[in-house]
Each structure stands twice: as structure tokens, then as C-alpha cells.
């Protein structure tokens, strides 16, 4: 793909010269196959020749320069430039602000998720809590207060406030969360059962143990009727149940709790390995 790539793009700019939209796309698919192959430094080189040709072709605001300016965004990330990756991104939200449609409306989200997330990564825990927060008020106008996207939008929220060490915040966007996604799903939903667990942590943070268990509880009942025995998500509901129990000095059902986990694990790695082993005999039969 690169070597070919880059056939086309001496073809073209010997046809058309330097300046031209069919050299930036080559540039931008150039910048892509090295994406993909992991080299991010040169992919970050032709992601941005193709964003510095079309500057000067395109209107700035233009919605082919944004799918540019999130590819290198995502190799900024990919290469540990965390400061060039937030200022790409926020070049691609500006752009898909000007022009909300049903087709962008999924990469404008998914802009901002990341977005946060790099904030958070980046010790900008303000901006990721500020940004998140733009994303739930743009969720909520488009699909209202009762929808699964927004519910994740405040589950968000709350895991940065955790983050931040905030848990006013933390445990208020929790209830909203759970509140949101039992309308949406009603309360026997695993995302209801996650954010019953994530309240019961908060309430361990706030010494109020006996709340702690009582929502663990309603946690575990939820996965123990809707998943399978060995479902992964057991394990971390069993691990909190552990520290529970060992912060009430109840040892025998902390331990209890831990053995748990490790037949859990130990049924994960075993499924893991059957797969594998598997997919060995399926390559020798072909």
C-alpha cells in the first residue's frame, strides 16, 4: 500500500502539481497505511502535508479538513504527543461544530470522548471534566435526558471526578447515571448492576460500609441473573466485596471473596487457552 501510494503521489504531482486535492488525498492515505503499519512519526509527517495542502485549497472549515486533522490527532496520541494531540482535536470539534448532521454527529462525540480522555491522561483534569461535560450537553439536545449515550456521558463524568478526587461530583453523577440507564434498559441491566458497584466504592471512600454492601449486593444479584458463572465482569464486583469484607475485618469472607477472583481468572485463562489451541488446529487444517 505505501509503495503504491507513493507511485501515485509522484504521478500526481507530476500531472498536477504539488498543490492539488488528489495529492492530499494520497498524502492522507500515505499517512494512513503508516498509521496502520505503526510507524506514527511518519504518519504524523503525511497526515499534516495533506492538512497544509488543503489549507491553502479548501475553505478552513471545510468537513474534509476534519477527518484529516482526527487521524493526526490519533497519531499525536499514538506517539505520545499528548499536547499535539489535543490541539488536532480540537481543530476537528470546531470544524464539526459549524455543521452538525446525522453523519457527523457520531465523529463530533467520538472527538470529545477522546478529547477527555487525553485532558485526563495529561493531568488536565479541569479540561477533561470541562469537555466531557460539552459532550453530555450536546447528547442530551440531540436525544433528550433518557438515553443510553447520556448515561454513559454521566458514568464518564463521574469516573473523572473520581480521578480528580472529587466525589461530591463523583457519586451525583453515578445516581444520574444509574438513574438514566434504568429507564433506558430498566434496573436489571449490567450497566445498572456497574453503577450500583460504583456507588458502593464511593460509599467504602465515605466509611459507609454498610450502604458499600448493600449496593454490592444489588450489583452481584443483577450479574448473578443475567451472565454466565465465569463472566469477567464477576471479578471486579468480587474484588470489591473483598476489600469490603477485610475493611469490616470479616476475614473469612474476604478471603472468601478472593477466591472467587481466581476461579474466575483461572476459568478465563483456561477458555483463553482452549481458544487459542483452536485456532492452532483450524491454521493446520487449512
Given at each position: 500500500?505505501?509503495?503504491?501510494?507513493k507511485?501515485?503521489?509522484?504521478?500526481?504531482?507530476?500531472?498536477?502539481?504539488?498543490?492539488?486535492?488528489?495529492?492530499?488525498?494520497?498524502?492522507?492515505?500515505?499517512?494512513?497505511?503508516?498509521?496502520?503499519?505503526?510507524?506514527?512519526?511518519?504518519?504524523?509527517?503525511?497526515?499534516?502535508?495533506?492538512?497544509?495542502?488543503?489549507?491553502?485549497?479548501?475553505?478552513?472549515y471545510?468537513?474534509?479538513?476534519?477527518?484529516?486533522?482526527?487521524?493526526?490527532?490519533?497519531?499525536?496520541?499514538?506517539?505520545?504527543?499528548?499536547?499535539?494531540?489535543?490541539?488536532?482535536?480540537?481543530?476537528?470539534?470546531?470544524?464539526?461544530?459549524?455543521?452538525?448532521?446525522?453523519?457527523?454527529?457520531?465523529?463530533?462525540t467520538?472527538?470529545?470522548?477522546?478529547?477527555?480522555?487525553?485532558?485526563?491522561?495529561n493531568?488536565?483534569?479541569?479540561?477533561a471534566?470541562?469537555?466531557?461535560?460539552?459532550?453530555?450537553?450536546?447528547?442530551?439536545?440531540?436525544?433528550g435526558?433518557?438515553?443510553?449515550d447520556?448515561?454513559?456521558?454521566?458514568?464518564?463524568?463521574?469516573?473523572?471526578?473520581?480521578?480528580?478526587?472529587?466525589?461530591?461530583?463523583?457519586?451525583?453523577?453515578?445516581?444520574?447515571a444509574?438513574r438514566?440507564?434504568?429507564?433506558?434498559?430498566?434496573?436489571?441491566?449490567r450497566?445498572?448492576?456497574?453503577?450500583?458497584?460504583n456507588?458502593g466504592?464511593?460509599?467504602?471512600?465515605?466509611?459507609?460500609?454498610?450502604?458499600a454492601?448493600?449496593?454490592?449486593?444489588?450489583?452481584?444479584?443483577?450479574?448473578?441473573?443475567?451472565?454466565?458463572?465465569?463472566?469477567?465482569?464477576?471479578i471486579?464486583?468480587?474484588?470489591?466485596?473483598?476489600?469490603?469484607?477485610?475493611?469490616?475485618?470479616?476475614?473469612?469472607?474476604?478471603?472468601?471473596?478472593?477466591?472467587?477472583?481466581?476461579?474466575?481468572?483461572?476459568?478465563?485463562?483456561?477458555?483463553?487457552?482452549?481458544?487459542?489451541?483452536?485456532s492452532?488446529?483450524?491454521?493446520?487444517?487449512?
Open positions: 500500500s505505501i509503495e503504491y501510494n507511485k501515485a503521489l509522484g504521478i500526481g504531482k507530476q500531472t498536477f502539481g504539488q498543490n492539488n486535492l488528489d495529492v492530499t488525498l494520497t498524502c492522507y492515505n500515505l499517512g494512513f497505511s503508516y498509521n496502520r503499519k505503526g510507524d506514527h512519526r511518519k504518519a504524523i509527517h503525511w497526515f499534516s502535508k495533506s492538512v497544509n495542502i488543503r489549507l491553502g485549497l479548501l475553505d478552513p471545510d468537513l474534509c479538513m476534519t477527518y484529516t486533522y482526527k487521524m493526526v490527532a490519533e497519531s499525536y496520541y499514538c506517539n505520545n504527543e499528548l499536547n499535539n494531540a489535543i490541539d488536532a482535536f480540537e481543530k476537528a470539534i470546531a470544524i464539526f461544530l459549524k455543521q452538525i448532521t446525522k453523519a457527523t454527529f457520531n465523529e463530533l467520538y472527538c470529545y470522548d477522546k478529547l477527555s480522555a487525553i485532558y485526563m491522561e493531568s488536565q483534569h479541569t479540561q471534566i470541562d469537555t466531557a461535560t460539552k459532550l453530555l450537553q450536546l447528547r442530551s439536545k440531540q436525544f435526558r433518557s438515553h443510553a447520556v448515561a454513559s456521558s454521566y458514568e464518564t463524568i463521574a469516573d473523572l471526578s473520581f480521578q480528580d478526587g472529587n466525589i461530591k461530583q463523583e457519586i451525583q453523577n453515578y445516581n444520574l444509574l438514566t440507564f434504568s429507564i433506558v434498559h430498566g434496573d436489571g441491566h450497566d445498572a448492576a456497574r453503577n450500583y458497584i456507588l466504592i464511593c460509599d467504602i471512600g465515605n466509611h459507609q460500609l454498610t450502604y454492601l448493600k449496593k454490592f449486593e444489588k450489583g452481584l444479584d443483577i450479574y448473578n441473573k443475567i451472565l454466565l458463572p465465569f463472566d469477567t465482569d464477576f471486579f464486583v468480587y474484588e470489591q466485596f473483598a476489600i469490603l469484607y477485610q475493611k469490616q475485618k470479616r476475614w473469612d469472607l474476604a478471603s472468601q471473596y478472593r477466591h472467587k477472583v481466581a476461579e474466575v481468572q483461572a476459568k478465563t485463562n483456561d477458555t483463553a487457552e482452549e481458544k487459542k489451541d483452536d492452532e488446529k483450524d491454521d493446520i487444517l487449512w
